[in-house]
């Protein structure tokens, strides 16, 4: 727990711990001598400090945990059905949904120590994230992908084969976290989860607690379904741990910087399939239509400000600039001085994060840097550097680079909107939030030109920062490609169209023999 | 203010702040002559200087309303590598430092100086090395560990040097780095040369510079035994360098292997962005002071210690004896560039009781490095420095 120079440290058994693992394979670690390695990080803040517990395993101990991961995986999640963990998952949702639950607390208070991020802002986002974690949410996003969430319960008929299928997760996914938006990584224990596939995590130790009291939270629903999870740590450049990590695992989704993923890429056995959420770009375009006499533009900037808000800007869900097209009735200045006003109201809201010397004595420098410009008007920049507005014509397209920065070009157009935006690699290029009043034609034209740069979501402004569970997460149908298919065929292709294929599927069912009775008819 | 006006007034400033370092260094404090040197300064900077008018004037605070020095906007330091900052037309400008090799906008800290600008730089140089490093006016032999200023013209400490073997030095003062770098024998057999003829040195250079020389010594198992009178003085710190030697351990250190004192051992603070220099200071007598050497600003040179989430009507305020917070310089030899610079220092006061006599100065304890929270979100440097780019890398889609 947090403590100050004037409380008194406290006991080990009171320091948060970022690693988890369930009871049964806690005690045989704990049996293995050398299995594990405990050690303390300190993380300061001016004269407040906090202590997190973090262990090493050996790699023994690592590959015991494994071993352990698979078998419980196929004693357990193999015989539960999707809806039966859904349930599970659904369960944990409204535990951290509800503001009673005890450990939400201690554990915003601990996130927002460590992150520095407002307590606001934490139990803002586990709001947000636990909200898109319920049930019906995660049986859509199994629908969305993989049609009927029930191919991953066993064979089913399948009309668009002519057949059965079958949808098998992998073994045992391996997932490396990163901590830019707190309480966000139980995402990855649930895609696993729900595609009945066992859980290995290597917890970021800039936000090392949700994980395990995520864990915690599935061992008090159901130990079971815990006995599938492991959340464990090894030091950046740990080649031994992270190799071992490499070898064992049989899908890989990995959160980090370009750094890290290219890593990654290199370390990872080549067979090895992975998803990878690297660095991302967002921005936000408003058309003139947007801004014509009649729109609710107080309302947009307030969406605008709000996307600039969530998670202090550091997500790659946030947008790092606002192109606005002149010519509206109102115009891209006035939009940026409602933006600041907007701002200013989310600040009192959501609170931006904890500023230590050297950060508050950078973002001062910078808004301050950006006063001297001929070229940036400096819409607004309260002296104590919670946000800044600046309004300027951009030649290229500059990241705002988060933080609350809310960064508005002018444009004349599309035209300008395609030099901008069309040049950014695609790779990088995420979400953007679009404002372009009524007209559908519009609409249209601006989601084809958007799709085809390599923009993988399409928002209103406002919702920036929260994806539902059915997006398909950085252009990538994340459970569609971790599950394997099995398809049974029954019929020939040319017996597949016109003709009714339930039926003809529930006969070959009923009497195997049918098959090629139905190929040579 | 017409253009003959402007000059007028920039030199008639720059001759008014050197008299008033010379009259400093013969003791006087000046307090309030400061202040009314540094508030005209500032009404003409802000005339001359129209980024950092701008500044002021995002920040609220101008010569209309700023009636004290303390409420001088200080000006980031970083505004050096993105902004021409120079109180005068571009062909004003006689010479041009910079913070590293490259002329690159945005890379390197670039400190304009006219002539008058030079001599007024040269008037503090000299000033401020007298009382510190030169305390006994003793003439020394000036050994300097780096290219001489026709070889690294852009140095700013190249060039207080250059002043310092004008003003100082003995006959054989020299910068001692060549085309071919430095030759650590030659340099040695040169020091040789002092212990025996009896000459006393001073041996100046980058801090780095001296922790490469006693490297390359110890490797030799060599040590001198420097005559009496000889000194020696470090500019800068080891930044970003790949070795970190604490400050006690390198005056010790340094005064193993030349065989001088520790009190005549000393550090010196310069920056790109500052015409004036600020050396330790020594407390007099007994060693076993629990603080014995503080960085102690010129008088014509005020350093705050202040945090910018601390807030007053004058901007970030000053933190208290012991707390830590940003270094802010005002250098009244700054004429020709903003008065008031906020640097990437880390710091805090420090209070030593001379003798009945107390002093307040402040001690470097680091660079504001950036535990920059970092997310996924891209940065411009990021894109600056992707090889990627549209089209190249199609194949590499967020799923490859």
Known sequence: MTTSATRTVPATRDVAAACWLPPGLRESIDAMPGGSTLYRKRYDHDDEHME???????????????????????????????????????????????????????????????????????????????????????????????????????????PRTGGLSRAHGPGLVGAIFSSNIPALPHLEIMRSFLVKSACLGRVSAGEPIFLRRYAETLQELDPELASCLAIVYWERGDDECENLFLRSIDYLVAYGGDAQINRLLTARPPTLEGTWHGHRLGFTYVTREALAAGQDVRKLARSISYDFTIFDGFACLCPQVVLVEDGGDTSPVALARLCAEEMARWTRELPPRRLDLAGASRKQSFAQLCMMSDTTEVIAAPPDGSYLVTLEAMQRFEPSGGDRYLRIAPVSGRADLERLVGPLPRQYLQCAAIAAGGAAALHHELRELLASWGVTRIVPPGIMGRPSMMWHHDGVACLGRMVTWCDHELVVPELLLGRDVDALISDVERDPSATIGAALT | MTAAAKLDERRRLCEQVAAFIRRADEGQDGERELEELALEVFAFQFGTIKPFQKFCRGVGRTPDTVTSWR?????????????????????????????????????????????????????????????????????????????????????????????????????????????????????????????????????????????????????????????????????GGYKGRSREIGRDAFVSWAAQMCGVVRERVINLLGMTELASQIYDWIAPGAPARAVTRMKLPPRWVRTEVVDPRRLGPDGPEPVGDGEVGILRHLDLANVERPIMIQSEDVGRYVSVDAGGAPQRGFEILGRAKGAEPRGCSLTAEDLASSPLRHGEHEARSASA
């Open chain 1, 52 to 158: 997190v517990m973090f262990e090493r395993l050996s790699p023994e101990a690592l590959g015991h945990v494994i071993a352990v991961l698979r078998q419980r995986r196929r004693e357990v999640l193999a015989r539960r059905s999707v809806r039966e963990i859904i349930d599970v998952l659904d369960r944990a949702a409204a535990k951290w949904l509800d503001p009673e639950y005890p450990p939400r607390r201690d554990t915003i208070a601990e996130i927002a120590f460590l992150t520095g991020f407002s307590p606001e802002m934490v139990a803002h986002a586990i709001e947000e994230e636990q909200v898109s974690s319920q049930g019906p949410h995660l049986l859509e996003a199994l629908r969305n992908e993989l049609g009927d969430p029930e191919f991953l319960d066993g064979f089913r008929p399948n």
């Open chain 2, 71 to 235: 409420g001088i906007p200080a000006v980031p330091a970083l505004a050096f590598k993105q902004y021409s900052l120079f109180a005068a037309a571009p062909d004003a400008i006689a010479k041009t430092f910079r913070s590293s090799g490259t002329s690159e906008p945005g890379q390197s800290s670039q400190a304009h100086f006219s002539r008058a600008g030079l001599e007024l730089m040269d008037t503090a140089v000299a000033a401020s090395a007298r009382p510190r490093l030169f305390p006994d006016g003793r003439r020394t032999r000036i050994l300097v560990l780096t290219p001489p200023p026709e070889q690294v013209p852009h140095m700013i400490m190249v060039h207080g040097m250059a002043h310092l073997i004008k003003t100082y030095g003995l006959d054989g003062s020299r910068f001692v780095v060549g085309p071919k770098g430095l030759d650590f024998a030659a340099l040695w057999t040169e020091l040789d040369g002092c212990q025996q003829a009896g000459v006393p040195v001073s041996l100046l250079g980058s801090s780095f510079g001296f922790v490469h020389f006693f490297d390359w010594m110890e490797g030799e198992r060599c040590r001198l035994e420097l005559p009496a009178g000889s000194r020696l003085m470090d500019a």
